[in-house]
């Protein structure tokens, strides 16, 4: 059963500072990947999708990396800014069902 | 695009009472799945309807539990008796044929 995990829970970084959030999943035959961003009593919005057969997607100032025979991917924020501040959550599809399992997400807040 | 629209927003009701929550997704995405979400068990998948047929139902809890996609542009989630513990928010998605997710704002359910 694919289980995927996001670390830290919880981060708090100074304004400007570059970040790193993590997701790791335990079953490499993944379909695809997708970063979600929720704000506090929000829905989630889509920010980056990674393909099985790609290693990285760039938004901005976003950027998403797959290492899909380690079973990680990891998201890039430059610069980071206030209004970043959010829970971010990463979650795969195993097949073209497009059903997404969820990490736990990492609350991020960015401190002016 | 609107995106997609789930109503209502918010509902609060009494235990044994009917509820139903609504769901019209972004025009032309043939998947469509509903979530529920909360601080306990995170994001849930509960059905997952492929060019309005039901293909996975095996995360609807329990047959109070029912969903049906009579056309492309509408969905329905309705709880009936509703109880305490369906207390969450309910989201809606919609998957293009590319795999991304686009979510709804969500229904936050109370029942009292």
């Known amino acids: 059963k694919q289980e995927v995990t996001q670390i830290p829970a919880a981060l708090s970084v100074p304004e400007g500072e570059n970040l790193v959030l993590n997701c790791s999943f335990t079953d490499s035959a993944i379909y695809n990947l997708q970063w979600f961003r929720q704000d506090p009593g929000k829905g989630l919005t889509s920010l980056l999708l990674?393909?099985?057969?790609?290693r990285e997607q760039t938004s901005g100032r976003l950027n998403a990396s797959l290492d899909k025979s380690s079973g990680r991917s990891t998201l890039y924020i430059a610069a980071s800014q206030p209004g970043d501040s959010a829970t971010y959550l990463c979650?795969?599809?195993?097949?073209?069902?497009?059903?997404?399992?969820f990490g736990s997400g990492t609350r991020l807040l960015v401190r002016p | 695009d609107a995106g997609v629209i789930q109503s209502p927003r918010h509902e609060v009701t009494e235990m044994g009472q009917e509820v139903t929550l609504r769901c019209k997704p972004i025009?032309?995405?043939?998947?469509l799945f509903w979530y529920r979400q909360t601080m306990m068990r995170g994001l849930e998948l509960l059905i997952y309807f492929n060019n309005n047929v039901p293909i996975d139902d095996s995360g609807m809890p329990e047959d109070r539990f029912s969903a049906k996609m009579p056309n492309a542009s509408f969905s329905t989630l309705k709880i009936q008796p509703s109880e305490p513990r369906d207390s969450a928010v309910y989201f809606c998605a919609s998957s293009s044929l590319q795999g991304a997710a686009y979510f709804g704002p969500g229904t936050r359910l109370t029942v009292t």
């Open positions: 025009s032309g995405h043939n998947s």
């Open positions: 979650a795969v599809t195993m097949d073209s069902s497009y059903k997404l399992i």
């Open positions: 990674i393909q099985s057969s790609q």
